[in-house]
């Protein structure tokens, strides 16, 4: 029986497949030579996550992989309405970025409560100016997003003493509904958006609800940038109605050197880095061996997306999941 073809949208660097020797043949290709190389393909890995490479190539003719993995969190770069109504699984890099998102938004939370970017702003200036900070324990957070991400970030806000208010999309157990964002962000000192990429979520964070927000809040986005309506953003905190924000995904990467948000006052730019921690790449790389010998052995294969909503469903039957 001839082995099982693993194609590869490369990126560099590239992932380290040793462990497949012997039990797939991998191909690599680029984003131009995709459309031509799916057809030969059983197992497609999406190891160039940023590309939109797989939607403009999948519609096309011929055979197509009955196995696409991204080896990101979200998966909006990669699903097409063909690829929906096809029978190909789809499944994503779950369990790899919960907790150093989670990590990257205490250290921002702990940042701006204690006003480290004037800190070193005055450092530079060589200036010995005092201030107070605040306290972060008694502080409250609304987190957007119940997924593995958003829960990771709850529990560790728990932990720094933050009462936090979970959101998703419905209201179950110890999580509210999405009707609810409303008054909880208008009394929260944190809100913190972790949400996937949904036709529900597209420019859910605009004028109106940033208009909803006390002036000492700030806004987290480490969910997906077209989430946010980045023009409302800087209105808002050009007119001070929050005190800051920190966004780490934007609508467009990367962001342009001649982007307004660079120069807001209040709001810190990072490059799309909450989740990459030291070691990231080797992690995704194993995770992807790992369930292929799942595959390939007949068993069922973890983090399964449900193409029609966009995102994995969490473990208890409910609607959400992380979107980074």
Known sequence: MPEPVVLVLDADPSPRLGRLTGRARVLRTGAAGLAARLPDADVLLVWDFASDAVREAWPGGGRRPGWVHTASAGVDRVLCPELVASDTVVTNARGIFE???AEYVAGLVLAFAKDLPTTLALQRE????HREGQQVAGSRAVVVGAGP???EITRLLHGLGVQVALVGRTARRTIHGVED??????RADWVISAVPLTPSTYSMFDTRFFGLLQPSARFINVGRGASVVEADLVQALNRRWLAGAALDVFDAEPLGEDSPLWDVPGLLVSPHLSGDTVGWRDRLGEQFVTMYELWADG???PNVVDKQRGYVPSTDNSEETDGT
Not at 126 to 129: A, E, L, P, Q
Not at 181 to 186: F, H, N, T, V
Request: glycine fraction near 16%.
């Open 149 to 151: 991400i958003g829960r």
């Open 181 to 186: 964002l409303g008054p909880l962000a208008a």
């Open 299 to 301: 068993g069922p294969l």
């Open 126 to 129: 060589r200036r010995w100016h």
């Open 99 to 101: 907790r150093p998102i």
